[in-house]
């Protein structure tokens, strides 16, 4: 039996792309592991998934003062000796990377083994832990036409990101009967990631009095966010939503949201015009910035920077979009990036079936 090993981990954006391999990969008769850090996010969503799990001891490689940067090294080691035994042990025909730093001594471990590696990079630039990686792997995989220039020729590929079966089979019947909204009027989703969004949820927040009066909205506020007692006609909000994505996201006619890249990715998937609103240079390396500004480019994308939104810029672009929903729409349906889970599965099948 043919073996694929799996790893990534940090945030959730690090893991669910290899979520997204899972049944192409079970449906080929593959065997799969996955190695990830102690308790990190990814140990609970891959252990759910059951798929059998290894974590290892991992450290962060900072560019600021911390006083973790005197022992993380050490447990990067520590973490390469513990991937070296376990990639030994399993003898992987390919090692599949998303990422993040627990990554960084599984990849260093298969390059010592010879194992095949393809890694893949969500961001329009690479992070300092897959630009680590990116010289010990034999395929780069990423999402933008602009990241191929900063990758190795020979290496890159434009896959697009893995996109999760389930959410392409959303029902917009069932995602209004789980909301109790209409099918008669238009539906805005907006989601901030699982922490929420401070700025975009006191905005969208103050212009639903107006926003309503065309619009029902869905409104995914992040862990800890929601208003209690606040109930308005046509609105819902709720921390988190996991099962009911897919109703939730097929059910919606436009969405507000972040840039990261697995979202804008599951978006231009399921051909949703949206309202992209990049986290700021300020807080963040600023690689929201630049996905939003390729998926605005490309036409699939209306972008509000984070210094010009407010309560104008806001409903403004809201109706904007969904004024022009058609265009957007096109603009999805001709893209080329629309399969990720096949690209990507069919190189892991080539180095597994052919070697390097």
Known sequence: MKRVLLTGGGTAGHVTPNLALLPALKEKGYQVEYIGSYEGI????IEKAGIPYHGISTGKLRRYFSLKNLTDPFRV????????????????????????????PVVFAARKYHIPIVIHESDMTPGLANRLC???????????????????????VLSGSPIRRELL??????????TGLSANRPVLLMMGGSLGSAIINENLRKILPDLLKDFQVIHLCGKGKTVPGLKLDGYVQYEYI??????????????????????I????????????????????????????KSFEKQGYSYVIEE???NEETLLSGIRKVYAERRKYISAMENSKLNDGVQVVSGLLEGFCENGR
Do not use: W
């Open 307 to 309: 210094e010009r939104l």
């Open 265 to 292: 990715c599951e978006f231009l998937a399921l051909h949703k015009p949206n309202i992209l609103i990049p986290l700021s240079a300020a807080a963040s390396r600023g690689d929201q910035i630049l996905n939003a």
């Open 169 to 178: 089979q959303g029902e917009r019947l069932a995602g209004l009967k789980f």
């Open 242 to 263: 996991s099962k009911e994505l897919k109703d939730l996201m097929a059910a919606a006619d436009i969405v507000l949201s972040r840039a990261g890249a697995n979202s």
């Open 77 to 104: 080691l520590k973490g390469y000796g513990e991937a070296k035994k376990l990639v030994k042990a399993y003898r992987p025909d390919v090692l599949f990377s998303k990422g993040g730093f627990v990554a960084v």
């Open 134 to 156: 990116i010289p010990k792997a034999d395929k780069v995989c990423c999402n933008f036409p602009e990241t191929m220039k900063h990758l190795p020729e020979e290496k890159a």
């Open 42 to 45: 990814e140990k609970q969503l």
